[in-house]
């Protein structure tokens, strides 16, 4: 009887603790991809900021994919190493609020680097991304 108990008190914790990461870890995907886009752009890592990126024409993608990849290629490097030369790079970065439209197909993400040494007199900077959703994905629209 008491192994009985016990292995039903272990499905349930079983059960339990996987609908709560579940409900945890999706439970704004618009804030993580803009987590993701601004540390893939302080770590220079181009195939993860393309990966996040909206890319309005679906017809040349493709084409577009390339020639962002070009430019990305050119200058992330050069981010990520002003970055570490002036603020000794970015110890985190995290969201402070983010707003969902009516429509919930475009979020607007505040997200704050925080430096790991003073930089422009300060720690930290806030940075206010918008996300669309395309199609089951979110997107950062990029200010190039």
Do not use: H
């Not at 603020?87 to 983010?98: C, H, N, Q």
Request: proline share 2%.
């Amino acid at each position: 009887m008491l192994k009985r108990l016990f292995n039903l008190f272990s499905v349930v914790t079983l059960v339990l603790s996987v609908f709560t990461i579940a409900a945890c870890s999706d439970s704004k995907p618009y804030e993580k991809v803009a987590v993701t886009y601004m540390e893939a752009v302080f770590q220079a890592d181009t195939d993860t900021v393309l990966d996040t990126i909206y890319i309005k024409d679906k017809r040349s993608e493709k084409e577009q994919r390339k020639k962002a990849e070009e430019k990305l290629n050119a200058f992330l490097p050069e981010v990520a190493k002003d970055m570490e030369a002036k603020a000794g790079g970015v110890k985190s970065v995290e969201v402070l609020k983010s707003e969902l439209n009516e429509a919930q197909d475009t979020a607007k993400v505040t997200v704050q680097i925080n430096y790991k040494k003073k930089f422009n007199n300060a720690t930290n900077e806030n940075v206010t991304l918008t996300v669309v959703k395309v199609e089951e994905d979110w997107k950062v629209i990029p200010n190039l």
